[in-house]
């Protein structure tokens, strides 16, 4: 089935540092990239997301770059702010028919982030 | 507008009681998604509702029962919870179930449970 892997954490960076979450994944077929971000206490919130080969996400400062042949889909932010604390995800959405990942969302483990002041 | 409303933000229960969750869209999507999420952790798919039907139950203990009364509402009956089913419940809904570039899930607050 799908997998991704994620960068442990906690990462742990001071203010107007530049951020790097590195995600890998596997998975069949083309499956589209996302990353999410969850704050102390709250739900999950769409960062940004990736469909095909070589799209570039971008929301909010943040970007990352679908790597077909890395299957990698890095999450970079050249300058954080104390607001950036949070949870990360990086997810992927299996759409091939058949096998167990079919029509499901795929999250690794979630990198937490910390920004000091 | 990407909104998931979710009632309640806070539940306490015992390990006798019924209560439920619900969830809301009025986004016209045509699925919606219960998770559970324990601190720490990603979050884990229990049931997919595509177009009003049920199309993926991850093998969930029966005292969870999820119902789909119409295609804007999403709810999750519990009895008989155990002390491990403490957890972040959320919900999610996406525009299609599948079709590339309309399956972007968007999630809910959540309602987070203490069973006692």
């Known amino acids: 089935g799908n997998s991704v892997t994620q960068m442990e954490g906690p990462v742990t960076l001071s203010e107007e540092a530049f951020l790097t979450i590195n995600c890998t994944y596997t998975?069949?077929?083309?499956?589209?990239l996302f990353w999410y971000v969850q704050y102390p206490g709250e739900g999950l919130q769409l960062l940004l997301k990736?469909?095909?080969?070589?799209d570039k996400g971008s929301n909010k400062g943040f970007e990352a770059t679908y790597r077909k042949e890395t299957t990698s889909f890095h999450l970079e932010k050249g300058s954080v702010q104390v607001s950036d604390s949070a949870v990360y995800f990086c997810?992927?959405?299996?759409?091939?028919?058949?096998?167990?990942?079919?029509?499901?969302?795929?999250f690794g483990q979630g990198t937490i982030l910390t920004v000091h002041p | 507008d990407t909104e998931v409303t979710q009632t309640p933000k806070h539940l306490v229960m015992g390990m006798t009681n019924k209560k439920s969750l619900k969830c809301e869209q009025h986004?016209?999507?045509?699925?919606m998604y219960w998770y559970k999420q324990k601190a720490k952790k990603p979050p884990e798919l229990m049931f997919v509702?595509?177009?009003?039907?049920?199309?993926i139950n991850e093998s969930v203990p029966s005292r969870f029962s999820p119902e789909c009364p119409n295609s804007s509402l999403l709810n999750l009956h519990l009895h008989a919870l155990q002390p491990e089913d403490s957890a972040l419940y959320l919900c999610?809904?996406?525009?299609?179930?599948?079709?590339?570039?309309?399956?972007?899930?968007?999630f809910g607050p959540g309602t987070r449970l203490l069973v006692l």
């Open positions: 509702y595509s177009y009003e039907k049920l199309s």
């Open positions: 986004m016209g999507h045509r699925a």
């Open positions: 998975a069949t077929g083309y499956p589209s």
């Open positions: 997810a992927l959405f299996g759409a091939n028919a058949g096998g167990t990942s079919y029509g499901k969302l795929t």
């Open positions: 990736a469909t095909k080969a070589d």
């Open positions: 999610a809904s996406s525009p299609h179930p599948l079709d590339r570039g309309l399956e972007t899930q968007y």
